[in-house]
């Protein structure tokens, strides 16, 4: 069973930072794509980063790409988001979701609606 459990949200002033981790299992971690995104309420939920840690590449967003930095341990199958100069509108719940890389090479980014999701962290950055 295709397992993702997201951890280290948290309240933080603005300009702070915090590091997001998602612990996975249940599946074979270089063979997907794991990507970071975010949901405010009453907000569509906004892609942050991508990670495939087959070949340890990464893609974040425009707009939070200056900020925010993804990557992967492959020996604790683990990605993490580290996340800096925080600000009160990123206050949102941040999920990881995973999907394998045959369709996130087939469909991009879509992909992940297809994909197995954590059940999120909570960051709220007060002002």
């Known amino acids: 069973e295709v397992q993702l459990v997201e951890s280290g949200g948290g309240l933080v002033q603005a300009g702070g930072s915090l590091r997001l981790s998602c612990a996975t299992s249940?599946?074979?971690?270089?063979?997907?794509?794991i990507g970071w995104f975010r949901q405010a309420p009453g907000k569509e939920r906004q892609g942050l980063s991508v990670v495939t840690p087959k070949d340890g590449s990464t893609f974040s967003f425009a707009s939070v790409k200056a900020r925010f930095t993804a990557s992967s341990d492959n020996a604790k199958n683990t990605i993490y988001l580290q996340m800096n100069s925080l600000k009160p509108e990123d206050t949102a719940v941040y999920y990881c979701?995973?999907?394998?890389?045959?369709?996130?090479?087939?469909?991009?980014?879509?992909?992940?609606?297809?994909?197995?999701w954590g059940r999120g962290t909570q960051v709220t950055v007060s002002s």
């Open positions: 249940g599946f074979t971690f270089g063979d997907y794509a």
């Open positions: 979701a995973a999907v394998h890389l045959l369709t996130y090479q087939a469909r991009g980014n879509y992909a992940f609606n297809l994909g197995s």
